[in-house]
T-cell receptor, first 115, second 109 residues
Framework: DAGVIQSPRHEVTEMGQEVTLRCKPI?????LFWYRQTMMRGLELLIY????????DSGMPEDRFSAKMPNASFSTLKIQPSEPRDSAVYFC?????????????FGPGTRLTVL | DAKTTQPPSMDCAEGRAANLPCNHS???????VYWYRQIHSQGPQYIIH???NNETNEMASLIITEDRKSSTLILPHATLRDTAVYYC??????????FGQGTELSVKP
């Protein structure tokens, strides 16, 4: 199994530009999570989906952030417009049943730098 | 906010057992204790979880006190590759994983 796949692994962009991060969960998993990690705030849950439906987006910092899951094998996290304070490592994770007690498998992350 | 308290850092000699403590005095009856770790520049990795009984798997053992207010993660024979930040998390089955600052474990030769 390839595990959770994220792309790109690194992204450098300028303030004001649109950024799209992509995630392919493990095949057969029906829950998907987006996290953000910074030195100041640690690892934060932004949003999670169960069966492609957003369940909790209370962690999304503001309207500039949006996430979609059009099918079971693909999700995007979009930032428009991006700001320097969005610089962070963004992780995607998936699990098999949507229960927290199920193991979450994390991808390698996307390191975003907004200049 | 995270419901757990962990020491910020610990050292362990290679080959010895690493015992990582976690306090969760406000844990409720339906909440599990989870441990994840994050090796530098990688995504977090699940280690183990438990409700009230002690648990063991190929990676580690989890000891939960009878009152469930604290727990200890045990890596029986630490290696250099176990150097990582270890997160203790308390959550119920329908809840979210809220990561605190964790314990930075350094395994030294």
């Amino acid at each position: 199994d390839a595990g959770v796949i994220q792309s790109p692994r690194h992204e450098v962009t300028e303030m004001g530009q649109e950024v799209t991060l992509r995630c392919k969960p493990i095949s057969g998993h029906n829950s998907l999570f987006w996290y953000r990690q910074t030195m100041m705030r640690g690892l934060e849950l932004l949003i999670y989906f169960n069966n492609n439906v957003p369940i909790d987006d209370s962690g999304m910092p503001e309207d500039r952030f949006s996430a979609k899951m059009p099918n079971a094998s693909f999700s995007t996290l979009k930032i428009q417009p991006s700001e320097p304070r969005d610089s962070a490592v963004y992780f995607c994770a998936s699990s098999s049943q949507g229960m927290v007690s199920d193991t979450q498998y994390f991808g390698p992350g996307t390191r975003l730098t907004v200049l | 906010d995270a419901k757990t308290t962990q020491p910020p850092s610990m050292d362990c000699a290679e080959g010895r057992a690493a015992n990582l403590p976690c306090n969760h005095s406000t844990i409720s009856g339906n909440e599990y204790v989870y441990w994840y770790r994050q090796i530098h520049s990688q995504g977090p990795q699940y280690i183990i979880h438990g409700l009230k009984n002690n648990e063991t798997n190929e990676m580690a053992s989890l000891i939960i006190t009878e009152d469930r207010k604290s727990s200890t993660l045990i890596l029986p024979h630490a290696t250099l590759r176990d150097t990582a930040v270890y997160y203790c998390i308390v959550s119920d089955q329908g809840g979210k994983l809220i990561f605190g600052q964790g314990t930075e474990l350094s395994v030294k030769p």
